[in-house]
Structure formats: structure tokens, C-alpha cells
């Protein structure tokens, strides 16, 4: 059996000119933990730095993608300063997606919730399998989607970011490409990423990490003017009454006391 204390919660590996980022700690359903967030960054900077690396494909093991934040982390220690820590990183972590000079896709084939949901929009290209699901559940929680609306508001369409941040609702992979969460809803997700593999490889490491500065220099303009603010409104939210509720109805696998 393997020890969860000692193996790696993100595993990297390059083969034929990519490296391959797999989220892989079943166990908490990849949640966003202070661990996960430390491998995910060193897989991001070795791939960065490996000049033989065209592109990386972000996925997973297990039945989900990623399920947003720790809670079980979070609830054991002091809120405030645990929020604010988790606020800051989640927003390095995003931007260190956007500002990588190499193409980022996403590998999914599973359920992907809150925080899961702003790293799959900083991914360049997304694909999706028949299994995947979607969800946006801060608001069940007594929270909102702040930190990652950076990366989920330039994907979605306006009544599709008002729809899912308001109800919590969850949907497909079909759905998840109409809003413009992902770029393809797929069949087969290893065969549509050979494929985008196979076109990726045809663009040079100049032309790839140009275009990629030029599709995403709004999205970081906004992380300039938003994301301090965003912090502050984060961190002041966990340790509220709402919120201590919404997590312990989580962790206890109950309805939080405001359910109708």
C-alpha cells in the first residue's frame, strides 16, 4: 500500500517533448492543500526551465479532477491567517499557469468543484471526457467564487458565470464547452490530446509562448488590478459564523442549517 505521508501529491514526467503534471492524491479527492499547491508550482518551474518541454498536459488520477480547497486543512488552523495564506497562493498558482511561456491542457476525466474549477480556466486549452462534471459550490458554503473568478469570468458567459455561481449547480462536460468553460467536450480525452499534442508540436517554443502572452495579457492585467482586493474580501469571509457552518455541515456530510 502506498504511504500518502511520503509519495508525491502531483507526479511529473516528460516523454516525446511534454511534460505531463498529474494531480494524485485520491485520498482528498486532489484538494487544493498547502502540499498540492508547493508540486504543483515546482512541476510548473521545472517544465518552464526544461528548454527539450513544448507543452504540459495537467491531469489526474482518481474520480475527480480536483475538489477545490482542503477544508479538512483549513478547519485546523487559525482562519484568518489560514485564508489568507490560501488566498495568496491560489493566486500565484493561477497566474503562474497564465504566465507559464508554455501551452497548458487540461486532462479531464472527472468531477471538478470550486477551486478545481479556477485551475482548469488557466489552462490554454481544456478537454473534458463523458464522465466529468462541473460545479461552482462556494455559495453552499457561505462563500463566493473569489480568487478564481479571475480565471472563470474571461471564460464564461455572463448568464452561465450567473447561473452556476448562484445555484451551485452541477453539470457536463456538453454544457462545460457551451459556456466556454473547456474547449472540447471529448469521446476519447487521450485521443483529442494526442491530437492537440501532435498540432502543438508543429509551432515553435518562440511563436507558442508569444501567442499564448497575447491571448493572455487581459486576464493578467486584471489579476494586477483585482487580485489584492479579492484577497482581502476572501479572507475576511472564513471564519464567519456562515462559513464555519458550511464547512462543518461539509465535513459532517449534513445540510447546513440555512437549507430550505
Request: charged share 20%; net charge negative.
Amino acid at each position: 500500500m502506498t504511504d500518502i505521508s511520503t509519495a508525491p501529491y502531483v507526479r511529473y514526467e516528460v516523454a516525446g517533448g511534454f511534460a505531463t503534471l498529474t494531480l494524485d492524491s485520491p485520498h482528498n479527492r486532489n484538494a487544493i492543500s498547502s502540499r498540492m499547491v508547493a508540486e504543483l508550482a515546482r512541476g510548473l518551474a521545472d517544465a518552464a526551465a526544461d528548454a527539450n518541454v513544448r507543452a504540459v498536459v495537467l491531469t489526474h488520477t482518481g474520480t475527480t479532477f480536483c475538489a477545490g480547497a482542503d477544508l479538512a486543512e483549513a478547519s485546523n488552523a487559525d482562519p484568518a491567517v489560514a485564508a489568507d495564506d490560501r488566498t495568496r497562493t491560489m493566486i500565484a498558482l493561477l497566474r503562474g499557469v497564465l504566465e507559464l511561456p508554455k501551452p497548458v491542457i487540461a486532462a479531464v476525466n472527472g468531477n471538478v468543484r470550486a477551486g478545481g474549477m479556477g485551475i482548469l480556466a488557466a489552462c490554454d486549452i481544456a478537454v473534458a471526457g463523458p464522465t466529468s462534471s462541473f460545479a461552482l459550490t462556494e455559495a453552499r458554503l457561505g462563500l463566493a467564487p473569489f480568487m478564481i473568478s479571475l480565471t472563470l469570468l474571461p471564460r464564461l458567459s455572463s448568464r452561465a458565470a450567473s447561473r452556476y455561481y448562484l445555484t451551485g449547480a452541477k453539470f457536463d462536460a456538453t454544457e462545460a464547452a457551451n459556456i466556454g468553460l473547456i474547449t472540447v467536450a471529448a469521446d476519447d480525452t487521450a485521443t483529442t490530446v494526442a491530437e492537440l499534442q501532435h498540432e502543438l508540436g508543429k509551432a515553435s517554443p518562440q511563436g507558442l509562448a508569444e501567442s499564448k502572452r497575447l491571448v493572455n495579457a487581459a486576464m493578467l492585467a486584471e489579476f494586477d488590478r483585482s487580485a489584492d482586493e479579492l484577497a482581502q474580501r476572501s479572507a475576511s469571509f472564513f471564519g464567519t459564523e456562515e462559513v464555519r457552518e458550511g464547512m462543518m455541515s461539509f465535513l459532517q456530510k449534513r445540510p447546513p442549517r440555512w437549507a430550505l
